[in-house]
């Protein structure tokens, strides 16, 4: 079946301009996770939604990051004044159920660029 | 808060040699432990996991041990091939959270 996909799979934008990133989980998927990968790291954690609500957003590193989950499928991540220091590439993963010790299974990601 | 060490940063085997990787996390109650596998400009793939039940687990030429009394998870592949080569993860889950702690990788590359 299908995979997790995320788009758009590359975006240029400039510093202070808003951007949103998508990500469609597999089918069937209720749990749903933002992870940002910086060059030479490993993926770090920033949301978790169970169905539609966000049960853990921890790891969003400022109020300028924002991810919405309206219809329990897909999900958008949202970053409000773009700054260089958020470049990078931002993976979405889905899980069957969130109950834990669950196989995560990523997208491909969105490599994002702010010059 | 929860930390995951992991060593080496790169690895160069010969083909047909074994290669080993290690991590290290700080939450006792870490219960899940996958590792992936991520090539260049691709997504990152499950190669095997491991749950904090069972000391070790094997998959064809891929093995994972778990040391839960020191805290310390290694990845082991045999027999490597030239496709093995690529970036390898470790994760570490702690019970009740629902969000993976990786490591900073592996760049594993096998020489033919």
């Known amino acids: 079946g299908a995979g997790v996909s995320q788009t758009p799979s590359n975006k240029v934008t400039e510093k202070g301009k808003y951007v949103e990133l998508r990500c469609d989980p597999i089918s069937g998927h209720t749990a749903l996770y933002w992870y940002r990968q910086s060059l030479g790291q490993g993926p770090e954690f920033l949301i978790y939604f169970q169905g539609t609500g966000a049960a853990d957003d921890s790891g969003l590193p400022n109020d300028r990051f924002f991810a919405v989950r309206p219809e329990g499928s897909v999900s958008t991540l949202k970053i409000q004044r773009t700054e260089r220091g958020d470049s990078a590439v931002y993976l979405c993963?889905?899980?069957?159920?969130?109950?834990?010790?669950?196989?995560?299974?990523f997208g491909p990601g969105t490599r994002l660029l702010v010059l | 808060g929860e930390n995951v060490e992991q060593h080496p940063s790169t690895l160069s085997v010969q083909e047909g040699d074994s290669a080993v990787i290690k991590c290290t996390y700080s939450d006792s109650a870490s219960n899940y432990f996958p590792w992936y596998k991520q090539e260049l400009g691709k997504r990152p793939q499950l190669i095997i996991d491991i749950r904090s039940n069972v000391g070790e687990k094997k998959d064809q030429r891929i093995a994972v041990t778990l040391n839960k009394t020191a805290k310390h998870f290694s990845l082991h592949i045999t027999e490597t091939q030239p496709e093995d080569s690529a970036v390898y993860f470790c994760a570490a889950m702690t019970s009740g959270t629902y969000k993976y702690i990786f490591g900073t990788g592996t760049r594993l590359k096998v020489l033919a």
């Open positions: 993963a889905s899980s069957l159920g969130g109950a834990g010790q669950e196989t995560q299974y």
